[in-house]
Structure formats: structure tokens, C-alpha cells
């Protein structure tokens, strides 16, 4: 059966929920292919001598407070939609809401296999350094956020490792570490300046009032044909969701898909990224400037596998951090990589068609970052894999460059960007002052 037949036309706008197979559609033929192609670090004699991967958990079950908005959806649907079309009547006939509160966001099954696969792509993209023997050796260290769906999702990691290398009796350990992995949990600047800040977020609640979000809530009232003030904005992002859940969890192009065109899932995908940018991009500094501790940590490893090298031998080859799409983000928003020209705002999606901040290619289910470090003929090397391909560190024009100079680019970074100093709390005059 072709693997395509089954996907909805929207597939590639769902945002945080969607899934990594949309990024690398390659994977859908073959979910173990690798492109070992891509690590050439375009120099000679060079030789991978550390990895250090910051991956977000697989595909999870919804969080209750969706669940409990597809649940009214539903009902809605039930109660009042008139079914002229066959996926409408599908809906009301055929499909059940089996979505319990209890499943907050756990790792679904598809999850497991997320990390297992991943796994053992990385180590065939680095067998010199994901190997069974460094595996026995200690040498691969696993660090994770303490929620379920991450200490789950490493524990996937490190079966996909074992079946890999047909190995049952090494008894695998990792750290929880929320510190590094949950930083926006603990800086208070940012829980009282953005989470708990409705301000904070104006955008995003200025867009849920635009002509595009009405145009979309309309649409979907005359297709159920129900009152326009039944469809509020948080009942089509549930059956947004219900599409997207369908196809990550089940595969399944769902029925609730026929609700919503490409430029319908235009708008929505805009909504997630607004979200997105001002809680964890862009939008406020401290969103950024909150992940510093896991900035310093990831280049005092560099650092250290660096020295060691020196003297032949690295102690830690590898590093493995399991965390979520909000400890990914401001990371990535810390280091520069895709920061548009104009803010992302209510007003603006005409303009930011073409935005380089669009969550549905950057951190789908089991999105990674991987930092590759290079013992080169002329010098040590640094190259960055996001979602395993390349991507050039910003205003560095070279795939691999010398580990040097991107410290040299991070330089006001590598000696500043304290944590307890950005997250202490001082109330500021205005959201944007954040
Ligand atoms: O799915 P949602 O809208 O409930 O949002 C999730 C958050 O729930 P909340 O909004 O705080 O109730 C959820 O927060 P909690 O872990 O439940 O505290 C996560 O932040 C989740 O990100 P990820 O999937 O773990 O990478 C969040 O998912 P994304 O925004 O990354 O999709």
C-alpha cells in the first residue's frame, strides 16, 4: 500500500503535533535510512570524537485540557451537526472519542518507535561513537526531564541501542535532570513574566480574534451546520488536533481532517507558531535567555572533549538529553538560528508566509539537535544537525567550521547568559521589556 494514500493534505501544518516523518518523508519508505553523506565536514582527515543529541520525547497522547476540548467538540458534534457529507456522517456513526483524561500527554506506542528508530539511525550516522562497546564502557551518558513521556521516550532510545547491538544484559541508566531539561519551570522571570502573563501572549490572543480565525470558525460552523457562536476558537483547534493526533498516533487521515483546507491549516499552523514564538522564541528575551544553564552545560562538554582530545582520548563520547519542544526552542532562539526580520504578530501572517520560524519543520515529535565534534587535520571541528540534516550555525558560512570560531560567534554568550541573574525576578513595566 503506498504510505502516502493515508496522509491528510494538511499534514505538513500541524506545528508541535506533528510528526517527525513529515520533516524527513524519506523515512516513510525506510525508517532506518541514514545520509551518511551529510557529515562530511567538507576537510580533510577528520574523525567524529564527540555527540552530544538534545532530543524532544516522541509522539504523545494530547494533554487533558485538549482531550477535554475534543470531548466538547464531539458532543457538539453529536448533538447538533446535520450530517450531509459521508466523513460527517463517518464522524457521528462510526467514530468514538476514546481519548481518556487519563492519558495527559503520555508517550503513545508511535513514540517508543520514534526514539528506537532515531536511536539507531544515530548510531549508524556515528558507529565509532554510539557503540555497543562505549555503551559498556560508560562513555554515552543519558540525561532526561523528569516528565513520563521523557524518561519514557530515553528508555526507547536505549532499547533501540540494545536490539540494535542484540545485547539483553547491560542494565542501562539514566539521569533526571530538570534543571536542564525543564529550566522554564524554574526561572522565575519567565513563569511571571510570560506563562503566568496573559500579556505576555497578547498576540496570540489578538490572532484568535482576526478575520482569518473567524473565516476558519465560520467555514467550520456552515460544514457542521451549526450556530456560529457554537464554534469558538478552542473547538477548532480541537478538531485540528483530532486531525493531527489521528495521523501521529494511528496513521490515520481521520474524518475531522475534511474539516479544514490547506490555507484553513495556514491559519492554524500561524496560531501554534505565535504561540510558539512568544512563549519560547522570539517573542520575550528572557524565553531565550531562560535555557542558559543548558547552553554553558552543552559547551563545557564541548569544551572538555576539546582538551581531552589532546591527550587521545574523550571520556564522554556521547550525550544523549531527552526534554520537550519548550526546552528545544529557546535554545535554539539563544543561538540565532531562525530569527525573521519582523516580530511575528496577529496582524502580520501575509508578510510571514515565508517566516524561517515555522514550528511545523522545526520541532515535530522527537525533534533533535545534534552537535557533532571534529578532530580534523587543521583543527577541531563543530557541525549542527537539526532533525538530521545540516544547518549552518548563523553568519557562519561553512558546514563544519572550526570549533574556534563558533565559540567566537557565541563569545558575549560563553561569558555571560548567567541563569540566576536573567531569572530573578524584577517586575517589568511592560511585556515586551521581558
Ligand atoms: O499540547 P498543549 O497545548 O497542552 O501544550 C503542551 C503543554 O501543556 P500546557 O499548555 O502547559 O497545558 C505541556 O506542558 P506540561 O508538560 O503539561 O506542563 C508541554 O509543554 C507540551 O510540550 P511538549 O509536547 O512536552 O514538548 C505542550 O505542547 P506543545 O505546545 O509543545 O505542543
Given at each position: ?55 524532544r520525547h516522541g509522539t504523545r ?46 508517550l503513545v506506542?508511535k513514540g517508543r518507535d520514534d526514539h ?33 513521556r521523557?524518561?519514557d521516550s530515553?528508555?526507547a ?208 515529535y522527537a ?68
Amino acid at each position: 500500500k503506498d504510505v502516502n494514500s493515508n496522509i491528510p493534505a494538511i499534514a505538513n501544518y500541524f506545528g508541535t503535533k506533528g510528526r517527525y516523518e513529515e520533516v524527513n518523508p524519506h523515512l516513510l519508505d525506510d525508517i532506518l535510512s541514514v545520509n551518511k553523506s551529510i557529515l562530511k565536514p567538507g576537510c580533510t582527515g577528520c574523525t567524529a570524537v564527540h555527540v552530544t543529541a538534545i532530543i524532544r520525547h516522541g509522539t504523545r497522547f494530547p494533554t487533558s485540557k485538549n482531550i477535554r476540548r475534543m470531548q466538547r467538540l464531539y458532543d457538539l458534534v453529536l448533538n447538533e451537526a446535520v450530517a450531509t457529507d459521508t466523513w460527517l456522517n463517518d464522524i457521528k456513526t462510526k467514530w468514538h472519542m476514546w481519548y481518556t483524561d487519563d492519558m495527559d500527554g503520555k508517550l503513545v506506542k508511535k513514540g517508543r518507535d520514534d526514539h528506537r528508530h532515531l536511536a539507531v539511525r544515530l548510531a549508524t550516522l556515528f558507529p565509532s561513537l554510539i557503540s555497543e562497546e562505549n555503551l559498556r564502557n560508560g562513555r554515552i551518558r543519558f540525561i532526561t526531564s523528569s516528565k513520563h513521556r521523557c524518561v519514557d521516550s530515553v528508555v526507547a532510545f536505549q532499547e533501540g541501542l540494545l536490539n540494535l547491538w542484540k545485547v539483553a544484559e547491560v542494565g542501562l541508566g539514566h539521569k533526571i535532570n530538570d534543571e536542564l531539561m525543564r529550566f522554564f519551570d524554574q526561572c522565575q522571570r519567565f513563569i511571571e513574566g510570560v506563562e503566568n502573563n496573559k500579556t505576555a501572549l497578547e498576540q496570540v490572543y489578538l490572532f484568535k480574534d482576526s478575520a482569518e480565525m473567524k473565516r476558519v470558525q465560520m467555514k467550520m460552523a456552515d460544514q457542521l451546520q451549526v450556530p456560529y457562536s457554537h464554534i469558538t476558537t478552542d473547538l477548532v483547534e480541537a478538531a485540528f488536533f483530532l486531525c493531527s493526533y489521528e495521523l501521529a498516533i494511528k496513521s490515520l487521515n481521520s474524518p475531522w481532517c475534511n474539516l479544514f483546507d490547506e490555507t484553513d491549516a495556514q491559519v492554524l499552523e500561524y496560531k501554534n507558531d505565535l504561540k510558539q514564538y512568544w512563549k519560547r522564541g522570539y517573542g520575550h528575551d528572557i524565553n531565550r535567555k531562560s535555557s542558559c544553564t543548558l547552553f554553558h552545560d552543552l559547551f563545557n562538554r564541548l569544551d572538555r572533549a576539546a582538551h581531552e582530545i589532546r591527550f587521545g582520548h574523550v571520556s564522554e563520547a556521547v550525550t544523549i538529553q531527552v526534554g520537550h519542544a519548550e526546552t528545544l526552542l529557546p535554545l535554539l532562539a539563544l543561538m540565532g538560528f531562525f530569527r525573521d526580520e519582523m516580530p511575528l504578530t496577529a496582524d502580520n501572517l501575509d508578510m510571514q508566509r515565508g517566516r524561517t520560524f515555522c514550528t511545523s519543520r522545526i520541532v515535530p515529535y522527537a525533534a533533535n539537535l545534534v552537535f557533532v565534534l571534529y578532530d580534523c587535520s587543521e583543527g577541531l571541528r563543530l557541525q549542527f544537525l537539526l532533525n538530521e540534516k545540516p544547518l549552518n550555525f548563523p553568519n557562519i558560512n561553512h558546514s563544519a567550521p572550526l570549533y574556534g570560531t563558533v565559540r567566537e560567534a557565541y563569545g558575549e554568550l560563553l561569558h555571560g547568559c548567567n541563569f540566576e541573574k536573567e531569572c530573578e525576578l524584577h517586575i517589568p513595566n511592560h511585556a515586551n521589556e521581558l
